[in-house]
């Protein structure tokens, strides 16, 4: 079990849902927790009810040069973990440029900027740890979900480029990829949601996780399944059962 009392995480997308849980449980084992998000109101609350000590710092994805300002703000870490999250269901049907557009600045390219923003510290001090959230979205396309799956196919391609990049030179890269979590995003869907879980039952996996030395887990294990079993599947298959 990894000593935790006393260190400093990052975490970015953190005002409500999976992130304002996970800061609850990693606030409760003793982490310094950083909170960042758009909402500074919200950030507050938080912080203001979490058992330890924790800081606040708002912060806009999209905006290249307010996430190195945070990153030098913030400082020495010991991980950042990024669950920033943008998400409307459509796909070529219903293509809307501008909602396609803020998902690929925030789900992917908040998360290329915050990763490039704290790496070159950890490299310097060589140590770190890097925790991003994907999907069970990113092991193939669906219908209705074009621009979120692909940001999420990035965010997996993404990490684990990170962890070969990365590997033996003490900064641990993992991976988590979800399945349904009951949040304003999941709100919007209208269709039925298997394996569907709370943030806090979602909080505790990924916990669990980072205690591990696992690159990734997909989650639930058992609706995982389908998603990364169909990458084995041929493609006329696939599209077949998928389309």
């Not at 945070?70 to 920033?84: C, F, N, P, Q, S």
């Not at 033996?168 to 995003?185: A, E, M, S």
């Not at 869907?189 to 980072?210: C, K, Q, T, V």
Request: hydrophobic share 45%.
């Amino acid at each position: 079990m990894i000593e935790w009392q006393g260190r400093t995480y990052w975490l970015i997308g953190a005002s409500e849902g999976l992130g304002a849980a996970l800061a609850r449980q990693l606030s409760r084992v003793g982490i310094r927790v950083i909170l960042s998000a758009r909402n500074r109101e919200a950030l507050q609350d938080l912080a203001d009810d979490l058992p330890g000590p924790a800081r606040v710092l708002p912060l806009d994805v999209t905006d290249p040069e307010a996430v190195t300002a945070a990153a030098d703000e913030v400082g020495e870490i010991d991980g950042m973990v990024y669950l920033a999250g943008a998400y409307w269901p459509f796909g070529a049907n219903e293509w809307d440029s501008e909602k396609a557009q803020t998902m690929a600045d925030v789900n992917f390219g908040g998360a290329m900027r915050c990763v490039g923003a704290v790496l070159p510290g950890m490299t310097a001090r060589g140590r770190g740890h890097i925790v991003l959230t994907g999907s069970l979205t990113a092991y193939g396309g669906l219908p209705g979900a074009a621009p979120y799956v692909a940001t999420k196919a990035g965010i997996m391609a993404l990490a684990e480029s990170l962890r070969c990049d990365l590997q033996g030179k003490g900064i641990k890269v993992q991976l988590l990829n979800p399945g349904y979590i009951r949040t304003r995003l999941t709100d919007k869907n209208d269709f039925a949601m298997p394996g569907l879980m709370e943030p806090e039952e979602a909080a505790r996996i990924y916990f669990e996780h980072m205690n591990s030395d696992s690159f990734s887990r997909a989650f639930p294990t058992w609706f995982s399944m389908v998603f990364r079993g169909a990458r084995f599947l041929p493609g006329w298959l696939y599209f077949r059962l998928f389309s």
